[in-house]
């Protein structure tokens, strides 16, 4: 994973829980139970771990070019 594949894996996971505990907490508001803002949550967080743990292509568009190393004579 490149370091602009990091900065964009972090953004989803961020954002989808922040979202996912918002949208939890309404519906666990209008039904009076914890339970559902608990699962969304739990269920953004899963969500965004199988989105951003394993190293997607997405996550890999910008890879370094690393510098050969220098041979020295002996």
Same mark, same amino acid.
């Given at each position: 994973?490149?370091?602009? #594949?990091?900065? !964009?894996?972090? /953004?989803?996971?961020?954002? %989808? @829980? $922040? $979202?996912?505990? $918002? @949208? #939890? &907490? @309404? $519906? #666990? =508001? @209008?039904?009076?139970? =914890?339970?559902? *803002? =608990?699962? =969304?949550?739990?269920?953004? *967080? #899963? %969500?965004?771990? %199988?989105?951003? !743990?394993?190293? &997607?292509?997405?996550?890999? /568009?910008?890879?370094?070019? &690393?510098?050969?190393?220098?041979?020295?004579?002996?």
């Amino acid at each position: 994973m490149d370091f602009q #594949g990091q900065k !964009l894996a972090e /953004r989803i996971y961020q954002y %989808l @829980i $922040i $979202i996912c505990g $918002i @949208i #939890g &907490w @309404i $519906i #666990g =508001f @209008i039904k009076q139970d =914890f339970t559902y *803002t =608990f699962y =969304f949550v739990a269920g953004g *967080t #899963g %969500l965004a771990c %199988l989105l951003c !743990l394993p190293d &997607w292509p997405y996550l890999n /568009r910008n890879p370094l070019n &690393w510098q050969k190393p220098e041979v020295k004579d002996k």
